[in-house]
């Protein structure tokens, strides 16, 4: 009986809004009562509306009424507080906005525990007492709280819907199976229930099965990514490493030349200056020689004269001698066209290894790889959103439709400096990077005497003047398919190939990053292959388009999303 009556006082100062005892209490002109702050809150979501409701009864104020303290209220929770009233447990049983309410409960309604599927009703923890009690209410089916039980009530009959029709495919009452659904293939909606269960835990068993599978897939791509990490980490050192080695004996064989070119250099040299010296000393005692016969020659005395001439010494024998031959002053030169041989093969043997290796880094397959697209619809699976990239688009071509169109015009657009804008060449890149397997669309519109090149190039293709380094298809770092207004050619590496097929406005481009393969379609009701590049891809690959000589050809990256 205290713990009825403790009840009643807790309901009789509890706040409406927040189903606690009051805080702060205070009285609307209506006569109910709220903690001042929960009704402040309400009424400020309110304010927009310019009226103020009551929770409980919903009377409406204007203007917003003005809140006074309910004293004697106040005072009477303080005196009942100390009787041993407590505030409301926070999981109170009154049904708030997201709860089910009790169907029995009047006035202010609990929360329910279950709903019956027999009766279609709602039972808090007081009123599903004669279902937990009562032997014949035992039998009712209840299930967890639901507000769409009256989706079980038949519309037509107003019975409740026991039968499923499986001719139908739809619950119907035990009228519904004896009319409109007479002669169907009817069963009792728990045998159908027991049957639909069965499928779901097949399916369940099914999906369950395939997530152990993917699981186990996706460990093991993780631990081949790990390996792949680990390999191409290690590849990379030890690539590094022999590079490093390669340095030290580059310096030993340039020391080794170094040393064996001035030890010769020593040596020829001496005997240059050995014979120098030899020289110097005959010219010397010629030129004493000479002094001596000059004196002879100048004696006025003939018997002198004649005297002393048969004591002359004879001349010895010239060093100078009419075979001595200098070479020509090439000596070290025929060193230097050798180290520019040996530089010249290294570099050969760089280039083409460098080439072999790059092969070998792009086919390290880890994953089997997949059959190529056959339809557009195969194609639309790989779809690559193109942006063009306003930075590199020549002054000659005007970007539009979210930078997806570009045309050629007559005079420059004002686009300021930029290191990565073609100057020579109407040619523009786009925004995004290309790896992977990739499919892009483009409309192209050519005038008179116009063209459009479709193409793609590395990120590193030259950018500034009219050399062909620059111009798509005219180097090894671009492909271009060029589309006149009556057929194709292709072009890579200055090499053109005329390409037939059904012409079309529209080109598809598809890619292949890793298996090196770039095809060009020709798109209409059907799909058909223009031209197919297979080689292997060194860089990330960007889209191009080159815009040929007259105003008005253009050519835009299709939405295909």
Not at 405 to 431: A, I
Not at 432 to 438: A, V
Request: charged share 30%.
């Amino acid at each position: 009986m205290e713990q009825q009556e403790n009840q009643l006082d807790r309901e009789r100062f509890c706040c409406w809004i927040c189903v606690d005892l009051l805080k702060d209490p205070v009285t609307t002109v209506c006569g109910h009562s709220y903690c001042k702050s929960c009704i402040n809150t309400h009424w400020d979501k309110e304010e927009e509306r310019g009226s103020y409701s009551c929770p409980q009864c919903r009377q409406t104020f204007t203007p917003r009424p003005v809140l006074e303290k309910s004293t004697m209220l106040a005072d009477s929770l303080e005196e009942l507080k100390k009787t041993g009233l407590q505030a409301a447990p926070a999981d109170h049983c009154y049904a708030g906005p997201e709860d089910v309410a009790c169907d029995v409960c009047t006035g202010r309604k609990r929360k329910s525990l279950k709903s019956c599927l027999n009766y279609l009703a709602s039972y808090c923890e007081k009123h599903l007492q004669p279902h937990l009690q009562s032997p014949p209410l035992k039998k009712h089916k209840l299930v967890e709280p639901s507000e769409k039980l009256q989706e079980n009530i038949c519309s037509r009959h107003d019975e409740v819907m026991k039968m499923f029709c499986r001719t139908d495919q739809q619950c119907i009452c035990s009228l519904c199976s004896v009319e409109e659904h007479k002669d169907h293939d009817t069963v009792s909606a728990a045998a159908e229930r027991t049957e639909r269960q069965r499928e779901l835990g097949l399916r369940r068993q099914t999906i369950q099965q395939r997530v152990q599978d993917t699981e186990k897939d996706v460990k093991l791509l993780q631990q081949e990514e790990e390996a792949l990490n680990g390999s191409a980490d290690k590849a990379v050192e030890d690539s590094e490493e022999i590079f490093t080695e390669l340095i030290p004996l580059l310096e030993k064989r340039s020391s080794d030349v170094e040393q064996q070119i001035r030890f010769q250099q020593e040596t020829e040299v001496s005997l240059v200056r050995e014979l120098q010296e030899r020289l110097e000393q005959e010219i010397t005692e010629l030129k004493r020689k000479d002094h001596e016969l000059k004196q002879l020659s100048d004696t006025e005395d003939h018997n002198q004269l004649l005297h002393n001439y048969p004591s002359l010494s004879p001349l010895s024998g010239s060093t100078h001698s009419s075979s001595f031959r200098f070479r020509p002053l090439r000596n070290f030169d025929d060193v230097t066209a050798a180290v520019s041989k040996v530089r010249g093969r290294l570099q050969d043997i760089l280039s083409e290894k460098e080439t072999e290796i790059l092969q070998i880094v792009s086919q390290m397959d880890v994953l089997l790889r997949q059959p190529e697209p056959e339809t557009r619809a195969d194609f639309l699976k790989y779809s690559q959103e193109i942006t063009l990239d306003p930075n590199t688009a020549n002054r000659l071509l005007l970007l539009s439709e979210g930078n997806r169109k570009v045309t050629r015009m007559s005079e420059d657009q004002s686009y300021s400096y930029h290191s990565d804008r073609f100057t020579g060449y109407p040619q523009v890149l786009s925004r995004e990077s290309l790896t992977g397997r990739c499919y892009w669309e483009v409309e192209v519109e050519v005038g008179v005497r116009g063209a459009v090149g479709v193409a793609v190039a590395y990120k590193n293709i030259n950018r500034a003047g009219g050399s062909r380094e620059c111009l798509f298809g005219f180097n090894d770092k671009s492909w271009s398919l060029c589309c006149y207004g009556n057929g194709y050619t292709f072009y890579y590496n200055s090499i053109h190939t005329l390409v037939s097929g059904p012409a079309s406005s529209r080109v598809g481009v598809y890619l292949d990053h890793r298996a090196g393969v770039l095809s060009f379609y020709s798109v209409s009701d059907t799909m058909t292959l223009l031209h197919r590049v297979q080689t292997t891809f060194t860089q990330s690959l960007y889209a191009g388009v080159r815009v040929f000589w007259y105003e008005s050809s253009s050519a835009e990256f299709c939405k295909l999303n």
